[in-house]
């Protein structure tokens, strides 16, 4: 008995792992490679590139001329500052992105797992959380204060923005409850707090990971419409801040494209990154947007040839 | 007749909420508003007593008066309309901004977000029902698309079709020079040139997400049984596509509906300080640029009102078009 569990064991690991892990597409290549890039961009980038806040009087060169992408109207390095506000910019969402996921979870999954009035006052809490807009009461709170750390702006982010994930996670954690199997270990007499670490929490790792990229698209966007009101954190570089320097010097007017059009971009490929990346976890949550489509179902009829030559064959 | 009392006991619930975060944020934050707001007021003209007690109501006073009883005074002004005076637009009312400032978000937001909600969700059905199909291989696209900052999209439209290529205004809501506001043919065509731009932005930037839910959904209805044996039972495709799976596949877009109605809003506020358009998102901003903590309070308010409203309006709608969910209640 003991011999064959074991032998049973390593099959059911590997599948274990494979299910976990997406498979390797296309759209999973390009999102970890464009995230990897500007990840590498906003780690490294700071290092090699000179004082973003220099001042030269060479305003609004356009890119080339020893600027990779042009100065801005009072001559600061665009690529320069480029390279800070993008780390600026992830910090904001790593920050914000590790926030929500402690309390969608603790919301979402410990409300749905505890079940009674907790479940209750929890859902009651979050659906309240959901429906009360996020940015006008971010922007409201912020203009309150007149010194903002980038932290007081992530935290605040993140109170306004957990709620939607922690829906998500509840109804998932209220079906994974009901399970024969956590049942079985309930009856078995598994403490609870196994229960849900062991029992329940692996299942929701994929769906928790793609609310976590949610988290992080959300609060870069977030972040940024603060920044271009004016209202972000003071003295931080991030891509908002460059969008704000860049709308309040007129590059519009002047036609610098090369200052708005770089941060701008920046964001809609990490957000565009990071979404492929959930598009893939979406697959491995439910597996019918992957498996067998009408498409693939038509393609295993016969073409008419096809009918003609196997008529012919069997004729 | 339960789910109804549900519902409305819930946005009871919410409506308390947002009225009392709106009493705690001024109070909590460091900082004395009400002495920055009065003597900004008293630099403009003389402060009325009104106007104090209800600057006083909304923003706390720092004299003695318990905190519970500063929020009855609070629930009382607000029952009666008011909401003090603004800064910004001194001496005009802040009940009176925000009602002339209102009916321009309305317009453009709830024109915009339905337009963006009915397109995406057709062009999802098409993606989901033929999946790998030219529309199928748009959602790509249109999700890149929904990861552009509204206001960037915003900018860069003003700057190719604004600046470039003049073909929309730049800036405003009407013609201030040669139309007046009434109900003429020329004041209509004039706004809905003017608002041409912002809703555009809107809409681009948040109609993929309708798309992608959409055709998520199609593609796990149309692998349900049912949709076989309805077509097993030789229903015409466009029957099987509107009748069987569309129908089912678009209540969840239905309920995002609703919750996204707090991001669009979200998003509106800054596509209107990119355009300048009068409406309630450059009230804010405006508000806030003042120190206008009346006008800013007041704000906050009827935007959380609003679409605690547009909410309710959308789960009652579900509750007629899904019977399931009077049924379980």
């Not at chain 1, 309390?103 to 009651?124: C, N, Q, R």
């Not at chain 1, 829906?167 to 609870?192: I, P, Q, W």
């Not at chain 1, 603060?226 to 010097?249: D, E, K, P, R, V």
């Amino acid at each position: 008995m003991a011999i064959t569990t074991s032998t049973s064991q390593l099959p059911t690991d590997a599948v274990r792992r494979r299910r976990i892990l997406p498979p390797m597409t296309l759209k999973l290549g390009i999102g970890l490679a464009l995230t990897g890039l500007i990840t590498l961009f906003g780690l490294i980038g700071p290092l090699l590139v000179g004082d973003p806040s220099a001042v030269r009087d060479l305003g609004l060169t356009p890119p080339g001329n020893g600027f990779i992408l042009g100065t801005t109207q009072t001559g600061q390095d665009v690529f320069a500052q480029l390279a800070h506000a993008t780390r600026g910019s992830l910090t904001i969402g790593v920050v914000v992105g590790a926030i929500t996921l402690v309390l969608s979870a603790f919301f979402g999954v410990v409300g749905a797992f505890v079940g009674g009035w907790v479940d209750e006052a929890f859902s009651l809490f979050t659906n309240v959380m959901l429906v009360i807009p996020g940015l006008p009461l971010v922007i409201v709170i912020s203009s309150y204060v007149p010194n903002k750390s980038v932290w007081l702006v992530a935290v605040v982010l993140a109170i306004t923005s957990w709620a939607g994930s922690a829906r998500v996670l509840r109804g998932f954690t209220l079906s994974v409850r009901s399970r024969d199997y956590v049942l079985a270990s309930r009856v078995s007499g598994e403490r609870r707090w196994r229960i849900l670490l062991v029992e329940i929490l692996p299942n929701l790792i994929p769906l928790l990971a793609s609310q976590v990229v949610f988290a992080v698209i959300f609060a870069i966007l977030g972040e940024a419409g603060l920044s271009f009101l004016g209202l972000g954190a003071s003295g931080s570089f991030t891509w908002g801040t460059m969008l704000f320097y860049a709308q309040n010097g007129l590059s519009l007017r002047l036609g610098a494209w090369w200052w708005f059009v770089p941060p701008g971009l920046a964001i809609a490929l990490f957000g565009a990154a990071l979404s492929l990346i959930n598009f893939s976890i979406d697959e491995i949550i439910n597996p019918k947007l992957r498996s067998q489509t009408r498409a693939d179902r038509k393609r295993w009829g016969m073409t008419r040839e096809q009918l003609k030559h196997a008529r012919e064959e069997t004729a | 007749m339960r789910y109804l009392g549900q519902k409305l006991a819930f946005y009871a619930v919410a409506c308390w909420a947002a009225l009392t975060l709106n009493f705690l944020i001024p109070r909590l934050m460091p900082g004395n508003p009400v002495d920055l707001m009065l003597s900004k007021l008293a630099t403009r003209g003389p402060v009325t007593p009104t106007t104090r007690a209800a600057i006083e109501a909304m923003l706390g006073t720092e004299s003695n008066v318990s905190l519970w009883r500063q929020y009855l005074t609070y629930l009382q002004q607000l029952g009666s309309g008011e909401l003090g005076t603004s800064i910004a637009y001194f001496p005009t009312p802040v009940s009176t901004v925000i009602g002339q400032t209102l009916p321009w978000t309305v317009g453009l937001i709830g024109l915009a977000a339905v337009m963006s909600f009915v397109i995406g969700v057709l062009l999802g059905r098409a993606a989901g029902w033929r999946r790998g199909s030219w529309v199928d291989n748009l959602i790509p696209f249109t999700t890149m698309l929904q990861s552009v900052p509204y206001f960037w999209l915003a900018l860069l439209l003003l700057f190719l079709l604004g600046s470039t290529w003049p073909v929309f205004p730049l800036s405003g809501g009407y013609d201030v020079y040669s139309v007046s506001p009434g109900f003429s043919l020329a004041f209509f065509q004039s706004v809905l040139y003017h608002g041409a731009l912002p809703a555009l932005t809107i809409v681009l930037s948040s109609i993929g997400g309708w798309m992608l839910g959409m055709r998520n959904m199609m593609v796990s209805t149309l692998s349900e049984d049912y949709i076989l044996t309805a077509e097993a039972k030789g229903l015409t495709p466009r029957r099987i596509r509107s009748r069987y799976a569309a129908r089912n596949a678009v209540l969840p877009s239905i309920s995002g509906f609703a919750i996204s109605l707090g991001f669009v809003v979200a998003g509106s506020i800054v596509t209107e300080a990119v355009f300048s358009y009068p409406g309630i998102g450059s009230a804010l901003l405006l508000a806030v640029g003042n120190n206008d903590y009346a006008l800013m309070q007041g704000v906050f308010l009827i935007i959380t009102l609003a679409v605690l409203g547009a909410n309710l309006l959308v789960d009652l709608l579900y509750g007629v078009i899904d019977p399931r969910t009077r049924a379980r209640s």
